[in-house]
């Protein structure tokens, strides 16, 4: 079992920034890729980001060159750095551990950019 909790979600105005944070425990060891996702009310949740130990990181077209996962694996922690923020990425954003016996979420922290 994975556990997930996120942290850092807000308002803020657009063209702001934001730090989420995503502490993990349980069998860390089993997973292979750390994501985050979001999702707006009634629709189907979108890839953000992803990092790997062997690919690195990857992004949605979408947030190319705004947004930075990252990783400290002293704390066990993933983070994503979200710059320039707009009103449509208004989505709770989710933390995504896949790990080798099946995918795990975390509960979900809301971002609000007002415009």
């Known amino acids: 079992q994975v556990q997930l909790v996120e942290s850092g979600g807000g308002l803020l105005q657009a063209g702001g920034s934001l730090r989420l944070s995503c502490a993990t425990s349980g069998s860390i060891f089993t997973i292979n890729a750390m994501c985050w996702y979001r999702q707006a009310p009634g629709m189907q949740s979108e890839f953000v980001a992803n990092?790997?130990?062997?690919?690195?990181?990857r992004y949605a077209d979408s947030v190319k060159c705004r947004f930075t996962i990252s990783r400290e694996d002293a704390k066990n922690k993933v983070y994503l750095q979200m710059n320039s923020l707009k009103p449509e990425e208004t989505d709770v954003y989710y933390c995504n551990a896949k790990a080798v016996q099946g995918n795990y979420w975390g509960q979900g922290t809301q971002v609000t950019v007002s415009s």
């Open positions: 990092i790997t130990s062997v690919v690195g990181t």
